[in-house]
């Protein structure tokens, strides 16, 4: 495409859309100010920039909902523009399938994990057949095919949800960024779109009576150990704090290769990530090692872990996951002081199913609140406590595995789960930061005002820019903020 589609650039207003089919879209939602309409725009925006350079996925949506279009690779769309007033919304988890079925499809039900039939779907047929019956797989003989709703219940021994009430907790949003992006500019380019981001957040737009930031979701990066000083110098100030993906032992030494968790503190890290099923699985840690690692970073005061459990697919068929919980648990926390984590909440336990990391198969709302209550209920026996103290303490306990901004809500919903740990999406600044509104709203302890004049007012005057160079970027983003490094400032495509 073309640098000359880009007409003009002011702060505050525009955004730029996509190089994509985005006819279908018709939300307005704005990952940067809230929920509120900004502008008619579309929801993609896969080209951003740095370094002074401008970079503009082809399409640029105006405020007033005019679209002018370029030619790209592919096919190009105009998105359709929403009303001003439309109130742009994420749509909640499924926690039903829908499986279609005719008079071949072999019984038990040919989906994997196993679940129950509860319905007829109604995309597809307006009543259920007469003979239908909740539960039964069989086509009834006036059909040659029917779609059935089809739920996946956790295993049966899961125990019930500790009592309701518990005290409100913050929910944590954290981004594992794990073997990603591959260069260290990459990774720069992501750290300013966050900034970006959540600077908007923070801006007095969301809480506009309310000072104090503190009181949204607490936001967590876990970049890879080389790029841990860049988004430790990036973040600061932007309410963002940054994690180790993983931490040794030992505290000195003669351990080559190893880091310690008070060289991870003295840099500013907040977190330290333990126990990840991949650093299990690939590199030999285990429940014993884990505990090592955690005890040393409980003995450096000020630092936090993170502590990942989950079973694998194999595990959940068999209904071994309230086992596996317990073990997992029972070894890493061994000999560790209970007050650290119910009463100053150093360990934040993230759920993360094995089968739900990087496959797209996020665990159902129902699926993960029935494991995050089998961890509070092993977290008694584990911290030798009652049930009370676990269910009023400090523990916060986080889902991870395939979340992404479509998905959060319906997991947020559930009493027990306190945040997400994000892999992929939380490459993308966009889906992040969408992951961080959803985990935003279902949390119940802010009603949020929308300072909605901020933008209608337009209190920027626009300033016009020349765009010499273009680059494409793999962000993709709702809301692409252009980084002047010649003016140290961001800019807003219109
Ligand atoms: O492993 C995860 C976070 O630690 C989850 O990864 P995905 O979100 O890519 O499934």
Redesign the pocket.
């Known amino acids: 495409f073309s640098p000359s589609m880009i007409t003009r650039y002011h702060r505050g207003t525009a955004v730029a859309t996509a190089l994509r089919d985005t006819s279908s879209q018709s939300s307005s939602y704005s990952p940067i100010s809230g929920r509120e309409k900004r502008s008619n725009f579309s929801t993609y925006a896969p080209y951003s920039t740095i370094d002074g350079r401008v970079g503009v996925g082809g399409v640029v949506g105006s405020p007033n909902g005019s679209f002018g279009t370029g030619m790209g690779a592919g096919t190009m769309m105009i998105s359709s523009s929403s009303s001003p007033s439309s109130t742009p919304t994420l749509h909640p988890a499924k926690s039903h399938d829908v499986v279609h079925v005719d008079r071949a499809t072999p019984s038990p039900p040919p989906f994997g994990r196993g679940g129950r039939i509860v319905d007829c779907a109604s995309s597809s047929s307006s009543s259920p057949p007469k003979q239908y019956a909740i539960g039964s797989w069989e086509v009834p003989s006036s059909s040659s095919s029917i779609d059935v709703v089809v739920s996946r219940p956790p295993s049966t021994t899961i125990p019930p949800s500790p009592p309701p009430n518990r005290p409100p907790r913050r929910p944590i949003v954290a981004g ?1 960024w ?1 073997l990603n992006p591959p260069t260290r500019s990459e990774a720069v380019t992501l750290l300013r779109l966050l900034v970006a981001n959540f600077v908007n957040h923070r801006d007095g737009n969301e809480y506009p009576d309310d000072d104090d930031a503190s009181d949204g979701p607490e936001v967590v990066i876990f970049p890879p150990l080389p790029y841990l000083s860049d988004a430790i110098r990036i973040l600061e100030g932007s309410g963002i704090l940054v994690g180790a993906q993983d931490c040794g032992m030992h505290d000195g030494g003669a351990y080559t290769g190893e880091v310690a968790p008070s060289m991870l503190l003295s840099m500013g890290c907040s977190y330290v ?1 333990l126990g ?3 650093r299990r699985v690939h590199f030999g840690e285990t429940d014993a090692s884990i505990n090592m690692a955690l005890r040393g970073c409980l003995d450096v005061p000020g630092l936090r872990v993170v502590l ?1 459990v989950g079973e694998t697919l194999e595990e959940y068929e068999n209904g071994m996951l309230e086992r596996v919980i317990d073990e997992q648990l029972s070894g890493c926390l061994n000999n560790v002081d209970a007050s650290a984590i119910l009463r100053d909440g150093r360990v934040v336990i ?1 759920y ?1 199913p094995v089968w ?4 797209g198969l996020v665990a159902t709302p129902s699926q993960a609140q029935a494991a995050h209550a089998a961890i509070l209920n092993s977290l008694s026996r584990v911290l030798r406590c009652t049930a009370g103290e676990v269910s009023d303490g400090a523990i916060r306990i986080i889902y ?4 992404t901004p479509d998905t959060v809500l319906g997991i947020m919903d559930m009493p027990d789960v306190d945040g997400a ?6 490459l993308n600044a966009d889906s992040f930061t969408r992951i961080y509104d959803g985990t935003n709203d279902a949390y119940d302890g802010k009603k949020k005002v929308i300072a909605n004049d901020r933008f209608a007012n337009d209190r920027f005057s626009p300033r016009e820019l020349v765009a010499t160079e273009v680059m494409p970027t793999k962000n993709a983003l709702g809301e692409s903020p252009v980084w002047s490094d010649r003016d140290q400032a961001l800019y807003w495509v219109s």
């Open positions: 594992n794990k990530l990840h099923s991949e990942c993230a993360e739900a990391i990087g496959t991870g595995g395939s979340v740990l994000v892999g992929g999406a939380s």
